[in-house]
């Protein structure tokens, strides 16, 4: 029987691995597969990203071996080796990397013996198997950033104790992708804590290369960058945790006593940190409380993303804002075991009500499950509705929120309704920015 996913909120794993690829400074992704995979997956990014844009070499302008009906039937292995060898000669890069679509991985093109006969020369050539078959964007994403920590990175016997990795933060699947890295970058910078990532500000591959010398990697996912956190566990002998993306003072505090246990800092220095930045943060936040009270700014709060997001928003929204959770929708492709252990989370809530949660892979069916949580108007002479109600998600979300009446703030990709650059929502500060969205939309009419 024929399935298909209704409005899915991923591309499948060739996207992934463009995206992430296109997002890491002076790195030249190589498509080999069809003409229109490359340029449709990556304008995808490019304009439902927020408005992301190419990077150093995405959109229209990736190398791509471009297979047609004759490579098929007789190989395309020549023209992979001939689009490495002029990719090279045309293009200045600090990495070229072959990622593979589903055609070529059909008919067993090696992909893998083409690429190496380019390794002996001065240029940095990497590749990976990512048929679109092999899974979604965040598989892309994994076997990617695994190539390059095996291939790329350096061993390095010694360990700096106040180094971290990062990972679980996927370009173009989180919108906001680079401002929550820099955000995550100041909190653990104040602690003394130098900070690797892939995709933030100042990254290069000459930098990647020494990625090797930290002591921990921090997975900001459950779900993904796991893979690639096993890979520098194995191949560099760097432990990892992971740990919900931190958004607002609940989830922030969390993961600072986490590290700080992992590394060895104190909790007093732990707890210095946290007292400066909710100083800062609630000098901030509370200008809103008065017209948060005179005209009752309180929701219910509905939010459908994904699994890197859903429960870090729910809290913030919960145990910051006191808002009522209602309703927490992820839309991910997750094994039954991981759904029961995320499910988990939401029972840490200290609010009185604990939001529904529903995995849900289709999208449009965001409506039905809404309707379902709460009981129909029978005609009561008084009936409680749900309303106020204020629904987080992607813009795929937007029409459901003008048929329930609730007010509506897109965060999750697809994001083709707001233009993101450099804004973020990790720690207390982009919280701040994120409450400043939240109530802006509420007060835009007025």
């Known amino acids: 029987m024929t399935t298909f996913i209704e409005r899915p909120k991923f591309t499948c794993a060739l996207g992934g691995a463009i995206v992430t690829l296109s997002s890491i400074h002076r790195t030249v992704p190589i498509v080999h597969s069809s003409g229109g995979c490359a340029q449709a997956l990556s304008n995808?990014?490019?304009?439902?990203?927020?408005?992301?844009?190419?990077?150093?070499?995405?959109?229209?302008?990736?190398?791509?071996?471009?297979?047609?009906?004759?490579?098929?039937?007789?190989?395309?292995?020549?023209?992979?080796?001939?689009q490495i060898g002029s990719t090279i000669?045309?293009?200045?890069?600090?990495?070229?990397f072959v990622v593979?679509?589903?055609?070529?991985?059909?008919i067993g093109d090696d992909a893998v013996g083409v690429t190496n006969r380019f390794k002996n020369g001065k240029e940095s050539v990497l590749v990976a198997n990512t048929p679109g078959f092999l899974g979604n964007s965040y598989k892309g994403y994994d076997v990617v950033l695994s190539t390059i920590v095996a291939d790329l990175i350096e061993k390095k016997e010694t360990k700096d104790r106040k180094t971290v990795n990062i990972l679980g933060i996927?370009?173009?699947?989180?919108?906001?992708?680079?401002?929550?890295?820099?955000?995550?970058?100041?909190?653990?910078?104040?602690?003394g804590i130098k900070v690797n990532s892939f995709f933030g500000d100042g990254e290069t591959v000459e930098k990647i290369k020494q990625y090797g010398d930290a002591a921990l990697t921090i997975v900001f996912s459950d779900h993904y960058g796991i893979d690639t956190?096993?890979?520098?566990?194995?191949?560099?002998?760097?432990?990892?945790?992971?740990?919900?993306?931190?958004?607002?003072?609940?989830?922030?505090?969390?993961?600072?006593?986490?590290?700080?246990?992992?590394?060895?800092?104190?909790?007093?220095?732990?707890?210095?940190?946290?007292?400066?930045?909710?100083?800062?943060?609630?000098?901030?936040?509370?200008?809103?409380?008065?017209?948060?009270?005179?005209?009752?700014?309180?929701?219910?709060?509905?939010?459908?993303?994904d699994a890197n997001y859903a429960f870090s928003l729910i809290s913030f929204l919960a145990d910051d804002l006191g808002w009522v959770p209602h309703l927490?929708?992820?839309?991910?492709?997750?094994?039954?075991?991981?759904?029961?252990?995320?499910?988990?989370?939401?029972?840490?809530?200290?609010?009185?009500?604990?939001?529904?949660?529903?995995?849900?892979?289709?999208?449009?069916?965001?409506?039905?499950?809404?309707?379902?949580?709460?009981?129909?108007?029978?005609?009561?002479?008084?009936?409680?509705?749900l309303s106020p109600a204020f629904l987080i998600g992607s813009s795929l979300e937007g029409s459901t929120a003008v048929k329930i009446g609730a007010t509506f703030l897109p965060v999750a990709f697809p994001i083709t309704n707001r233009v993101v650059l450099d804004k973020g929502y990790t720690g207390y500060r982009g919280a701040l920015s994120l409450a400043e969205d939240i109530f802006s939309v509420l007060v835009s009419n007025r």
């Not at 990077?55 to 001939?82: A, N, Q």
């Not at 593979?100 to 059909?106: F, P, S, W």
């Not at 909710?278 to 709060?301: C, F, G, N, P, V």
């Open 89 to 96: 000669n045309a293009l200045d890069a600090d990495l070229y």
């Open 170 to 191: 996927v370009p173009g699947q989180d919108v906001f992708f680079r401002g929550n890295i820099r955000g995550i970058k100041h909190l653990l910078n104040q602690l």
């Open 229 to 305: 956190a096993k890979v520098f566990k194995e191949k560099h002998n760097i432990p990892y945790i992971t740990a919900d993306l931190p958004i607002g003072e609940t989830t922030t505090n969390a993961l600072l006593y986490k590290v700080g246990e992992e590394l060895g800092i104190g909790p007093e220095a732990i707890a210095t940190l946290i007292a400066d930045e909710k100083t800062y943060y609630y000098s901030y936040l509370e200008r809103i409380l008065d017209i948060y009270s005179d005209i009752d700014l309180q929701r219910y709060a509905i939010v459908s993303t």
């Open 328 to 385: 927490a929708v992820i839309n991910d492709t997750i094994d039954e075991e991981s759904k029961e252990q995320y499910a988990l989370k939401f029972k840490q809530l200290s609010s009185e009500t604990k939001p529904k949660v529903i995995f849900e892979e289709h999208a449009g069916q965001l409506l039905k499950h809404i309707r379902q949580s709460w009981p129909d108007n029978n005609n009561e002479k008084y009936y409680d509705s």
């Open 44 to 82: 995808t990014y490019n304009t439902a990203g927020g408005y992301k844009g190419t990077g150093y070499c995405g959109g229209t302008m990736i190398p791509t071996s471009s297979i047609v009906e004759k490579d098929i039937v007789f190989g395309g292995e020549d023209r992979l080796e001939e």
């Open 100 to 106: 593979t679509g589903c055609q070529v991985e059909i």
